[in-house]
């Protein structure tokens, strides 16, 4: 019977789309928010999430006026450029320090949401008509949605993991970055606009609302369980496609919002994670440090050189 409903998971055309942009979004999401993290932006997501919603509210006007069919078929790509040029203009304001960056946040977050619910209305639809995009809904993913997902999650991974040596350097020390003759300005901007589009891609599996934590909360567990940068996306990655398959699929079984069940596993691995981590620490301390009385000195000794001379990635 369980092996029966199992298969029927995988053979369903609807759930294999879901799935496929689950891992995706999975792997793409945590890579961006170990930056974010890195940065002390983490709650940038969630401005830009609304900034987003903006922007589909502004695809749905487009194809009203252009007499769609299927009115929010431009709500991806308005979405895409509303949180992109969101992203440029809050790094440029953070970098000419003209306001901070809690109240540059705070504007995208109130302008964006009050935008997204009054273009949505003017484009004859309702406010009932963004609930799919603020909690996300992974079920109702076409073939179009994927194939902009894929092309989108592509571009995250091969930028965030390809230039990963970079925008660990900008993100950690901008002034020594600067120091160093690295652009920094042009990969500020294009961390901001990666992380846009993750947002983008993100919204259809946990929600312009929720995105943030799937790009925050990966992150976090990681951090708990390694010590270097390269490490910590690594199992991010993992952690963010794991989380996200089981919240597909206990919302196959159970009636419940895909995005709020993803977000609350990751939440729960993270419980986890930090209750036993003293626990496995205590163990390994006992079991290769010479001075168990003394915290972290074994990852003092065997890692900080090595980050030191690889810019502490």
């Known amino acids: 019977m369980i092996i029966n409903e199992i298969t029927a998971f995988f053979q369903d055309p609807m759930m294999q789309r879901s799935l496929i942009a689950a891992v995706i979004v ?27 919603l903006t922007g589909v509210a502004l695809g749905w006007l487009v194809g009203a006026a252009m007499g769609f069919v299927q009115r929010d078929a431009l709500a991806i790509p308005g979405a895409v ?18 306001t901070s960056g809690d109240v540059a946040l705070a504007i995208l977050f109130y302008s964006g949401i009050a935008g997204g619910v009054v273009i949505i209305e003017l484009a004859g639809g309702t406010q009932a008509n963004l609930m799919g995009y603020l909690f996300g ?14 092309i989108l999650g592509a571009i995250i991974l091969v930028v965030g993991v390809g230039l990963r040596s970079l925008f660990f350097a900008v993100s950690h020390d901008e002034e020594f970055a600067k120091a ?59 952690v963010g496609v794991l989380v996200t398959v089981s919240g597909l699929a206990v919302t196959y079984w159970l009636p419940l919002s895909p995005g709020a069940t993803i977000v609350i596993i990751a939440v729960i691995a993270y419980i986890i994670v930090a209750i036993t981590r003293p626990i496995f620490m205590k163990s390994r301390q006992h079991a290769h440090d010479p001075h168990p009385d003394v915290p972290d000195d074994v990852e003092v000794a065997t890692s900080a050189p090595k980050e030191i001379t690889t810019c502490n990635e």
Do not use: C
Not at 81 to 96: F, N, Y
Not at 211 to 227: D, E, G, N, R, Y
């Open 26 to 52: 999975g792997l793409a999401a945590p890579v961006m928010g170990t930056y974010l993290v890195q940065r002390k932006l983490s709650l940038l997501g969630d401005g830009l999430g609304h900034v987003a």
């Open 81 to 98: 450029v509303a949180a992109v040029i969101g992203s440029v203009a809050i790094e440029l304001v953070r970098e000419k320090g003209k």
């Open 137 to 150: 809904s992974i079920s109702t993913v076409t073939e179009l949605d994927l194939v902009l997902t894929a």
């Open 180 to 238: 160093s003759g690295l652009p920094v300005r042009t990969a500020n901007i294009v961390i901001a606009v990666i992380a846009a589009l993750t947002v983008t891609v993100s919204m259809r599996v946990v929600g312009l609302l929720l995105v943030s934590a799937l790009m925050i909360m990966p992150v976090a567990v990681a951090q708990l369980t390694t010590a270097s940068f390269k490490w910590t996306m690594r199992v991010a990655m993992v």
